[in-house]
Antibody, heavy 122, light 111 residues
Framework: QVQLVQSGAEVKKPGASVKVSCKAS????????ISWVRQAPGQGLEWMGW????????NYAQKLQGRVTMTTDTSTSTAYMELRSLRSDDTAVYYC???????????????WGQGTTVTVSS | QSVLTQPPSASGTPGQRVTISCSGS????????VYWYQQLPGTAPKLLIY???QRPSGVPDRFSGSKSGTSASLAISGLRSEDEADYYC????????????FGGGTKLTVL
């Protein structure tokens, strides 16, 4: 079955970086994209960006441009999201989600990972 | 402040029909598909409706979606206790080089 399994919880200090992984299984990884979405405590969903596992193209949310980098490793069917210069308001659950297109970010997310809690605290 | 507007809460009794609205603009709902996600407490969102009114396999036909102009709605008929969750609408927005936007979420309570 299609599955996205994310890495474990992280605790970081302000100014540090975090890298979350998302390992895909049950489908042809390079035929799809991956979007990253985060959810601050008690808040709604916020789209962070998208990466094509087909050609590596990315589309980042303007708000995070310069702080976020999304990559994929097609040999292991794993997507990564790195967020730098962490602040307290980056504390959130981070989700990866499959996008049924390897070309466009505008296709909706269908399968989601279980989420990774990132806590930023001094 | 979310780009898409949803009521913060909704409620109904078992067996009842409830609807959740989602209002946007010409750059998102008005020109792109609407998606709906269900988030049970402590879990990841789950795709409920895609491309305005399509149900993924495994989603009961009690759930239905519709869209008109710059607004959309999710209807749940035959309400059940396990439907108690947060519901989010989402759409691609053509502004700012393109981005996904979400509603603020609607907490559905089954009384």
């Amino acid at each position: 079955q299609v599955q996205l399994v994310q890495s474990g919880a992280e605790v970081k200090k302000p100014g540090a970086s975090v890298k979350v992984s998302c390992k895909a299984s049950g489908y042809t990884f390079t035929s799809y994209g991956i979007s990253w979405v985060r959810q601050a405590p008690g808040q709604g969903l916020e789209w962070m960006g998208w990466i094509s596992a087909y050609n590596g193209n990315t589309n980042y949310a303007q708000k995070l441009q310069g702080r976020v980098t999304m990559t994929t490793d097609t040999s292991t069917s794993t997507a990564y999201m790195e967020l730098r210069s962490l602040r307290s308001d980056d504390t959130a659950v981070y989700y990866c989600a499959r996008v049924p297109s390897g070309i466009a970010a505008s296709h909706g997310m269908d399968v989601w990972g279980q989420g990774t809690t990132v806590t930023v605290s001094s | 402040q979310s780009v898409l507007t949803q009521p913060p809460s909704a409620s109904g009794t078992p067996g009842q029909r409830v609807t959740i609205s989602c209002s946007g603009s010409s750059s998102n709902i008005g020109s792109n598909y609407v998606y709906w996600y269900q988030q049970l407490p402590g879990t990841a969102p789950k795709l409920l409706i895609y491309r305005n009114n399509q149900r993924p396999s495994g989603v009961p036909d009690r759930f239905s979606g519709s869209k008109s102009g710059t607004s959309a709605s999710l209807a749940i008929s035959g309400l059940r206790s396990e439907d108690e969750a947060d519901y989010y609408c989402a759409a691609w927005d053509d502004s700012l080089s393109g981005r996904w936007v979400f509603g603020g979420g609607t907490k559905l309570t089954v009384l």
